[in-house]
């Protein structure tokens, strides 16, 4: 079964540490993103990436970082510089780059600065 | 910078009342897209809409995308408990290859 998966599911920060999440899809997708969900409101977009090796800055970069090494693969990592880290964060996927025939989302990963 | 605005942010309604939710886009858009997010869930794409006027139905789910292919709208019927969630409409960036998301309108059902 295709999909796109998200792990960890939970995930606990110390202040000043830097942690990668995970996402990866067997869709066969060129087109992956990054969003970040905090309670009650929208999707801002982080990173997104139309191809290997390439990535553009969405709307709130600052404080992460992305790599595109392999088609599947699109690892977030969320940087000490991020002041304000906790929130949901969402990874999605597409065949295009404008989505057309939709965005397949991931289960999401929770990360909470303890 | 092209915006994609959804009202309202939130509606509560009996269970059984009907149920609209509206999407306004800045620019015209090629296509409208809109997805489905269940509370601790993830979103999940429903529909897309790519001509002038059209209505597309999902059960008690009617999706529609305006003349100008600058707004839309989803109408729920006789509204279910099942239907709780947010929804979301989102249409291509002109910013980039990529899509702009609503904020999106949260809906509660009071069974």
């Known amino acids: 079964d295709g999909g796109i998966t998200q792990s960890p599911k939970y995930l606990f920060r110390k202040e000043g540490q830097n942690v990668t999440l995970s996402c990866e899809q067997n869709?066969?997708?060129?087109?992956m993103y990054w969003y970040r969900q905090d309670p009650g409101q929208g999707l801002r977009l982080i990173y997104y990436?139309?191809?290997?090796?390439?990535?553009q800055k969405g709307d709130i970069a600052e404080g992460y970082s992305v790599s595109r090494e392999k088609k599947e693969s699109f690892p977030l990592t969320v940087t000490s510089a991020q002041k304000n880290p906790t929130a949901f964060y969402l990874c999605?996927?597409?065949?295009?780059?404008?989505?057309?025939?939709?965005?397949?989302f991931g289960s999401g990963t929770r990360l909470t600065v303890v | 910078g092209q915006q994609v605005m959804q009202i309202p942010q939130y509606q509560h309604v009996q269970e059984g009342e009907d149920f609209t939710t509206y999407c306004n886009s800045s620019?015209?858009?090629?296509?409208i897209q809109w997805y489905k997010q269940r509370p601790g869930g993830h979103p999940v794409f429903l529909i897309q809409?790519?001509?002038?006027?059209e209505v597309k139905k999902q059960k008690r789910l009617t999706f529609q995308f305006g003349e100008a292919k600058k707004n839309s709208s989803l109408h729920i019927t006789a509204t279910q408990t099942t239907d709780v969630g947010t929804y979301f409409c989102?249409?291509?960036?002109?910013?980039?290859?990529?899509?702009?998301f609503g904020g999106g309108t949260r809906l509660m059902v009071k069974p």
């Open positions: 999605a996927s597409s065949i295009g780059g404008q989505g057309s025939y939709g965005y397949t």
């Open positions: 869709l066969n997708h060129d087109a």
């Open positions: 990436s139309q191809i290997v090796n390439d990535f």
């Open positions: 620019t015209t858009l090629s296509n």
């Open positions: 809409l790519v001509k002038s006027g």
């Open positions: 989102a249409g291509p960036s002109n910013a980039g290859n990529m899509l702009t």
